[in-house]
T-cell receptor
């Protein structure tokens, strides 16, 4: 059962435009969400996160939106740059004593930003 | 330089031959974790450790063992590898567990092929 889903395997965007990556989740116990970026032959690197008590978090060109009622979050990149081309993973976790260390990832979305 | 180091980076081996993938971090992090990445499935957590001598199962622990005898090291052991364990493996560490604003730092990955 995939608790965190990224339904778009790939996304292509023109340089300078907005990239919107989407993520849906099923477990209402999740209370922390993170986005990671991954380049080929490298490990994932942290991009941005959001606590479930917020609905928006912004860091430079990156903004994450959380809609708890819809169990949906999205990552906006504005403006998109060719260096943003990578695989983006959405991840979620929840705090229960013996499961506080679990992090559930989505399948990933490959973003291609064309010059 | 703060980093998570995995060895080996690549390994081709045969079914049933015990192998160990090492993971070491130099950031004095409490939390460490192992993931495997497979096409269409994203990253799935194998095992994690909240602290020395404390380990717990992730979502796909079958066929794997771990140990955390010291803070910096978290080896992944495949006692009797099988072809379905062919995958790309990532080790990660963070100051605290996944449910916090301390993101995980990932190693560059180990590509295992079990023939």
């Amino acid at each position: 059962d995939q608790q965190v889903k990224q339904n778009s395997p790939s996304l292509s965007v023109q340089e300078g435009r907005i990239s919107i990556l989407n993520c849906d989740y099923t477990n209402s116990m999740f209370d922390y969400f993170l986005w990671y970026k991954k380049y080929p032959a490298e490990g994932p690197t942290f991009l941005i996160s959001i606590s479930s008590i917020k609905d928006k978090n912004e860091d430079g060109r990156f903004t994450v939106f959380l809609n708890k009622s819809a169990k949906h979050l999205s990552l906006h990149i504005v403006p998109s740059q060719p260096g943003d081309s990578a695989v983006y993973f959405c991840a979620a976790s929840y705090r229960i004593y013996n499961q506080g260390g679990k992090l559930i990832f989505g399948q990933g979305t490959e973003l291609s930003v064309k010059p | 330089e703060a980093q998570v180091t995995q060895n080996p980076r690549y390994l081709i081996t045969v079914t049933g031959k015990k192998l160990t993938v090492t993971c070491s971090q130099n950031m004095n992090h409490e939390y460490m974790s192992w993931y495997r990445q497979d096409p269409g499935l994203g990253l799935r957590q194998i095992y994690y450790s909240m602290n020395v001598e404390v380990t717990d199962k992730g979502d796909v622990p079958e066929g794997y063992k771990v140990s955390r005898k010291e803070k910096r090291n978290f080896p992944l052991i495949l006692e009797s590898p099988s072809p379905n364990q062919t995958s790309l493996y990532f080790c990660a560490s963070s100051l605290e567990g996944s449910n916090s604003n301390q993101p995980q730092h990932f190693g560059d990955g180990t590509r295992l092929s079990i023939l």
